[in-house]
């Protein structure tokens, strides 16, 4: 087992302080004045969306003056409608850019602030007092420290201390909205509270005190699921172990490398590259939460043995959630990423990462939770619309290292399952668009989540150095499904494919079709139901609980990396009515979208249809007041 670590091009000493540095933070000068001895920028201000705890808190004390605090600043994407329509057509088999996807460096010069405007952002920092202890490739953060007294003058706020009403601490937080006389817009504002942290989704199991084995057939001890298990129930007689692929773990803690060693040794698995990436002045040294990393990382060279590295972004209890998206971001050298955490508050930031990892090919998947259905309100980034959120299920097998038998929802009762259930800040996104919710209880306008499962439940685990126990949580499905998108990557590339990317758009497609159930275990029972019996139901086909299931081996893998189906379209007929006739080839169950143009620039949808035969007929009853149209089929997958 090897480690190589990297370190974040930080200048301050970490020492000095706790720091919390986010991204979207943005510093404005001394009043009136800039570094260039031009007229102060109209005041800018930038609405925050308060942390939860917040709307209960009274402040306790001013946090004090010389307090060292490290904040971010977050810039918007450019030209971001264009952005949103070029992750369309990337995902879009009858497009001419499907699966050409972009490095950082595209990226950062079609959408990134521009470089003009970011230096003008630095100046102005500098300017202020303020010390840039880190910039950002894509020109999307800019890592800034200050004293609180500056940060207070800059950005026209006051700087307080609250009692935590459900944690036994204090945290600070300003008590206003952050203004700066800076003319270069800024999304937001972070790095200004530290009300919330980001949070495991995992739990020790509630049953690993009861003496006997549990009835789950694991190879681990009472029956507890490791290693060579979870590739028999979901990859069996799969040879592929993810070869030439680098899987990257969004972390805020540490491990011990021994307790990797130790849970290699014990499920007869070989170790793997390690590379810790350290972030946001973080040591490495593991904390309280250091079982959620050794989880992770012991499920993804479960899933894939052969991975070429296991690449661990830590930024420790404190750190950035940004700063750690941003650095895989622009690594762009790990194709599938897991992160096991969520945090309560929005930040926009994060949506234009995950847009980039979109763009960039890489598939990014988030655990949906761990407490049971959600109502009204989602944890990030577990719902946003370009992560892969993955719900839990409680697995049986036939034996130690045997065949999957069955599978539920997972849910130990009391407010502890599978969480899932519709998020009202976002909108359904288009491969969920036109799906028949009704029996699953989901939402036809916001998005729903999970989208897919794993095992929860009954997981051995090696931690805090050399402890072993059995855990639930999501935490455990997502670093799996990782590993599952190593595999289906490396047999892509052997068959001369491109990268899957993000998965959602595939993921979808295969569910709505005729080889869903070939692809996918359906799991049809369990619920997240919490203590009051409030929740969701398993259904047949997706639901809220574990989203289209768990994967079916080499199935899945193909129909991931298979070459995409186009339509081909026969010489147009005329209606009895004089409106234009349009037939074109077609796999039943798969879903198409049928578009029109007069000008082949401008294309407008007419139609979207789910084939129920080989050919498809589409008559154009527009078309008869029109004196010619343009038409073309596109497959959604």
Same mark, same amino acid.
């Given at each position: 087992?090897t ?10 000493d970490?020492?000095?302080?706790r720091s ?16 260039s001895?031009?007229t102060?920028?109209?005041l ?12 209960t ?6 946090l004090?003056?010389?307090q ?12 971001q ?15 001419t850019?499907?699966h ?14 521009s470089?003009?405007d ?6 102005f ?28 003058r ?15 601490r204090v ?9 700066l ?15 919330t ?10 049953d ?7 009835p ?6 009472r029956g507890a ?12 007689g799969?040879?592929?172990g993810?070869?030439?692929?680098k ?28 590379r ?31 991975v ?14 940004e700063d ?22 929005y ?15 890489q ?5 949906s939770?761990?407490s ?5 309100w ?5 719902? @946003?619309?370009? $992560? %892969?959120?993955? *719900?839990?299920?409680?697995? /049986? ?6 065949? #999957?038998? !069955? ?17 009202y ?5 288009a ?7 009704t ?10 989540i999970p989208d ?12 805090n ?6 855990f ?6 997502a ?16 068959k ?5 990317g993000f ?14 159930n070939?692809?996918?275990?359906d799991?049809?029972?369990?619920? @997240?139901?919490? $203590? %009051?019996?409030? *929740?969701?139901?398993?259904? /047949? ?6 989203? #289209?299931? !768990? ?15 186009q339509a ?10 004089g ?7 077609s796999q ?21 249809l ?28």
């Open positions: 087992m480690v190589m670590e990297k370190f974040a091009d930080k200048i301050l970490p020492r000095k302080l919390v540095a986010l991204a979207g933070l943005f510093c404005s000068l001394p009043l009136g004045a800039t570094a001895g031009e102060a920028a109209k800018q201000s930038l609405p925050r969306r308060l942390a939860m705890v917040l709307s808190a009274a402040p306790m004390a001013h004090h003056a010389s060292t605090l490290d904040i971010a600043l977050g810039f918007p994407l450019q030209n409608p264009s952005l949103v329509g070029l992750v369309q057509d990337l995902y879009n088999p009858a497009s850019n499907f050409r996807f972009l490095n950082p460096q595209e990226f950062t010069r079609r959408f990134g602030t470089e003009a970011y230096q003008r952002a630095i100046g920092v500098q300017s202020t007092g303020l010390v840039v202890t880190q910039t950002h490739s894509n020109r999307m953060i800019l890592n800034v420290r200050g004293s609180v007294s500056d940060i207070e800059v950005l026209h706020l006051n700087m307080m201390v609250y009692q935590h009403p459900t944690e036994n945290f600070y937080a300003p008590d206003r909205d952050p203004s006389e800076l003319a270069v817009p800024l999304l937001n504002i972070n790095g200004l509270e530290n009300a942290q980001p949070k495991p989704n995992t739990r020790p199991n509630l690993q005190g009861q003496p006997g084995p549990l789950l057939a694991g190879s681990g001890t699921l490791m290693g060579k298990d979870f590739r028999a129930a979901y990859a069996p799969v040879t592929l993810g070869s030439g692929q899987v990257a773990l969004v972390e805020f803690d540490g491990y011990y490398l021994s307790d990797i060693a130790q849970y290699a040794k014990l499920a007869g698995l070989h170790g793997v590259p390690l810790n990436v350290l972030l946001d002045f973080f040591d490495g040294i593991p904390g309280e939460n250091n079982s959620e990393v050794a989880l992770d990382i012991e499920m993804v060279l479960s899933m894939a043995p052969n070429s590295e296991i690449t661990v972004y830590e930024a420790g209890p404190y750190g950035s959630h750690v998206l941003n650095a895989i971001a622009n690594d762009n050298l790990a194709s599938q990423i897991s992160c096991s955490w969520t945090w309560s508050t930040d926009p930031i994060v949506d234009q990462i995950l847009l980039q990892f979109a763009a960039q090919g598939s990014f998947f988030s655990a939770g761990d049971d259905a959600y109502r009204g989602v944890p990030y980034p577990a719902a @946003n619309p370009y $992560a %892969t959120s993955v *719900g839990g299920t409680t697995l /049986t097998t036939t034996r130690p290292s045997g065949a #999957w038998s !069955s599978e539920q929802a997972w849910n130990w009762g009391n407010g502890t399952g599978s969480s899932g259930g519709f998020s800040d976002y909108s359904i996104p491969y969920q668009q036109g799906m028949d919710f029996a699953g209880q989901g939402s036809a306008d916001l998005r729903n897919v499962a794993m095992v929860a439940d009954n997981v051995l685990v090696v931690y150095n050399g402890q072993t126990d059995t639930g949580g999501t935490s455990c499905a670093p799996l499904w990782a590993g599952f998108m190593a595999l289906a990557n490396q047999y892509a590339l052997q001369s494919q491109s990268l899957i998965a959602n758009p595939s993921l979808y497609a295969i569910g709505r079709s005729e080889n869903y070939s692809c996918f275990h799991i049809a029972t369990g619920n @997240n139901f919490d $203590a %009051t019996g409030t *929740g969701y139901a398993a259904v /047949t086909g997706y639901d809220l609980c574990t989203g #289209w299931g !768990s994967p079916k081996g080499m199935n899945l893998i193909r129909a991931l990396a298979s070459p995409p189906q081909r379209l026969t010489p147009l007929n005329m209606s009895n009515e409106a234009f006739q349009l037939s074109f080839s039943p169950g798969s879903t198409y979208v049928v578009q029109a143009s007069i000008d082949l620039q401008e294309w407008a949808s007419l139609a979207t789910t084939a129920t035969g080989t050919d498809t007929i589409f008559t154009d009853s527009e078309s008869a007041q029109m004196p010619h149209r343009f038409y073309r089929v596109l497959v959604q997958r």
